[in-house]
Structures are given as structure tokens and as C-alpha cells.
């Protein structure tokens, strides 16, 4: 029972935290542009207004609590696997990370900045230790090699923004957001038939 709750939360966190993204999009079309914001400026009461910035900050606080509930479930079911458990941390600490952005936006000054560096590289990392974890296990290899693909995706995806003064931020915010969000609901369906590691 307590895996399909934390499979349940896999999938709900990710679509919690997408529609309250788009309905802060949504409320946002005369100024947010694609090519030329960030998706943390609908986080920024001064440039989103208060009732966006709520929208945006609420789903990021709401969909990390979800997303606690299934990295606990992760950490149980990959706890006696050193790169599964390995995974799993790193997986907790990025969670933690995407509270910290809802928690300190824009407004809160440079801690926004590492908590959601430490987000977007915390991420793809995780997925290549649970997916080299899962790969040992025959019954597993398909899904270990998508984790793996999962996080290169989402790695390659905001890389750019390290290397390069790019404007369309966002574009590689959201991205990287769906590589992870697909993955979430993938393993989380996968934990709610008790279908994983058996």
C-alpha cells in the first residue's frame, strides 16, 4: 500500500506543479515571453504580480511535498542497492531544492539563484545513478536505460545555460521540467502496480 501511495504521488507531483505553472503562463500573456524570461520570473511578485507569483511559488512548494512522498518510496524500494540508494539522496536533495525555489523566489535574492542550480544539476544526476542501478537488474534494464536517457535529456537540455548567455531560459527550464516530469509519472505507474524490482 505505502508504494502505490508514493507511485500515486510520482504522478501527481509533476501534474500539480505543470498546471499551476500554465495557469501562472496563463495569467502571464501580456508580458512573459519564451525567448526572453525565465520561468522563475512568474515567481517575482514586482514583475508577475502577487496572485501569479502565489500560482507559480504554490505549485512548486505543493508538487516538491508530493515528490518527497516519492522519493521515500524510491529510497525503499532501491535502499539495499549502493546506486540506487546514492540516487535516491541526490534525488531527495533535488526535491529539496525545487521547494527552495518555491520557497525563495526571485525577491529572495542570490540563494534563488543556487537553489535552482543545484535543482536542475541535481536531477539529471540522480536519474543516471537509478538508472545504473536499475540496469544490473534483468527485469529492470529497459527501465534503467529510459531513466538514463531521461537525464541526459534533461542535462543536455540546460546545459546551454551554463556555457551560454542565452535569453530563452525558460524554453530550457520547461525542457528539462518535462524530461523529468514524464520519468515521475513512468516510475510512479510502475511503483502503483508493485511492478517495480519484484
Known sequence: MWLRIAGLCGIVAPLVALSFI???ISNSLSWF?????ALSDLGHQGIAGTTVATLFNSGLII?????MMFAAGLMQILRKRILGFAGTFVFALAIISLFAIGVFPET???IHFYVSVAFFAL???SLFFI???????NSERTLGFSTILFGMFAAVSVFPLIVLPLKDVAVHELLATLSGSAWAIVFGVKMCRQSILK
Do not use: C, D, M, Q
Open 63 to 67: 508538487g516538491s511535498l508530493l515528490g
Open 123 to 125: 536531477f539529471p544526476i
Open 108 to 110: 529572495a535574492g542570490r
Open 22 to 24: 500554465t495557469l501562472a
Open 131 to 137: 538508472g545504473a542501478s536499475l540496469i544490473k537488474e
Open 33 to 37: 515571453r519564451w525567448t526572453e524570461n
